[in-house]
Structures are given as structure tokens and as C-alpha cells.
T-cell receptor
Framework: KAGVTQTPRYLIKTRGQQVTLSCSPISGHRSVSWYQQTPGQGLQFLFEYFSETQRNKGNFPGRFSGRQFSNSRSEMNVSTLELGDSALYLC?????????????FGQGTRLTVV | AQTVTQSQPEMSVQEAETVTLSCTYDTSESDYYLFWYKQPPSRQMILVIRQEAYKQQNATENRFSVNFQKAAKSFSLKISDSQLGDAAMYFCAYRSNNNDMRFGAGTRLTVKP
């Protein structure tokens, strides 16, 4: 079974631009969560989607948004990029809303904003 | 708000020895789940072990075991017979029903040959 796939792996953007990151969950998984990882703030929860609906949202500005498609693939978008958005963005999938479910993580997308 | 604290930014262990990583959390919930994840240099987070709060018995997965002290809100990870491949960042995480997963700041484990 293929694991969680995140594309692209690396991305360099200019301040003010917008970016879209993609996550393909493990086949059959309906829950997708996104996290931002930085050296200063650690791992912070962005949002969780289940069956195309956002179920939870972290404490991030409205510039961060996401969506989930009917095939469970998910995208997150960051508009008006700031230098502080440079981070590793991790996606995790679970067969159901997480709870005790194991979250399977992708290898992440390293976003650098210059 | 739920918080997770890992007080050891770095730990070191000799190969074949045992090491314990600490984790404490703060919550007012009675039903929740605790996890330890490992992040090697490849960046991919891998689940090491998990524990349901209502279960008093400590979880064990091969060389990995936890010491779950619910009253003390403590959830430490013990790695026995440490191997070079255990070198990684280890994150303690907490999750209650219908809520997001909260992670600690992580502990970088070095394994010396």
C-alpha cells in the first residue's frame, strides 16, 4: 500500500506570493490533517478534514486554508506569503477521525519564503 | 488548553543501553490518547507507541514501552537495547476526542556506538 504522498517536496516562493501544497492520503483513509513544523514553534496543527469537511482548525490566520476532495486528496493554500511561513508542512492521514487512530505522515513539503 | 511538555531537548544513550524520554501534559479531560512519534532525518514521522488514557496497563511495543501515570499526567517512553537506528527526534503527543493532536517540542536522541 502506498504511503502518504506530499508534493512538491521542496518549494521556494517570494514574499507576497501564494502557494498550494498537495497531499494524497493512503488509499481508504478519509481523514487528512495538516501540520506546520518550525524550529521555533515546533509542530503546530493547521486543520483536519474528514469526508470533504473541515472538522478542526488550529490557531492560524485566514491566509491558511485547505480543502479535501471526494477522493480524500487534500490541498492547503497559503496566500500572501510571509517570511515566517517558511517551514516544513506535514500531512497525515487516518482511516477515520483520528482519536486513537494512528496518523500516518508524509515526508512533508519544505517551503522557503524569500 | 492542553499542553505537552518535553523537558529534555537532547538525550544520549550508548548502543544496547536503556534510555527514558520524559513527557508531561496538562489537561482537564478524562478521556484522551497519548502517542510517541519518531522523526528520523528523513523527516517522516513514524508512530512508535500509543496509549489510551482509560487503560491502566502500560503499552509495550517490542523494545519500546511507556510509563503512564495518569494522576501525575506523565507519559514517559523507555527504549531498551538501544540501536543506532533509534537515533531521531521523538515527539510526545496528546489528543482528546474531536480535538487536534498537540505535540511536545521534541527530544533529540543520539545513540553512541
Amino acid at each position: 500500500k502506498a504511503g502518504v504522498t506530499q508534493t512538491p517536496r521542496y518549494l521556494i516562493k517570494t514574499r507576497g506570493q501564494q502557494v498550494t501544497l498537495s497531499c494524497s492520503p493512503i488509499s481508504g483513509h478519509r481523514s487528512v490533517s495538516w501540520y506546520q513544523q518550525t524550529p521555533g514553534q515546533g509542530l503546530q496543527f493547521l486543520f483536519e478534514y474528514f469526508s470533504e469537511t473541515q472538522r478542526n482548525k488550529g490557531n492560524f490566520p485566514g491566509r491558511f486554508s485547505g480543502r479535501q476532495f471526494s477522493n480524500s486528496r487534500s490541498e492547503m493554500n497559503v496566500s500572501t506569503l510571509e517570511l515566517g511561513d517558511s517551514a516544513l508542512y506535514l500531512c497525515a492521514s487516518s482511516p477515520r477521525l483520528q482519536g486513537f487512530s494512528e496518523a500516518f505522515f508524509g515526508q512533508g513539503t519544505r517551503l522557503t519564503v524569500v | 488548553a492542553q499542553t505537552v511538555t518535553q523537558s529534555q531537548p537532547e538525550m544520549s544513550v550508548q548502543e544496547a543501553e536503556t534510555v527514558t524520554l520524559s513527557c508531561t501534559y496538562d489537561t482537564s479531560e478524562s478521556d484522551y490518547y497519548l502517542f510517541w512519534y519518531k522523526q528520523p532525518p528523513s523527516r517522516q514521522m513514524i508512530l512508535v507507541i500509543r496509549q489510551e488514557a482509560y487503560k491502566q496497563q502500560n503499552a509495550t511495543e517490542n523494545r519500546f514501552s511507556v510509563n503512564f501515570q495518569k494522576a501525575a499526567k506523565s507519559f514517559s517512553l523507555k527504549i531498551s537495547d538501544s540501536q543506532l537506528g533509534d537515533a531521531a527526534m521523538y515527539f510526545c503527543a496528546y489528543r482528546s476526542n474531536n480535538n487536534d493532536m498537540r505535540f511536545g517540542a521534541g527530544t533529540r536522541l543520539t545513540v553512541k556506538p
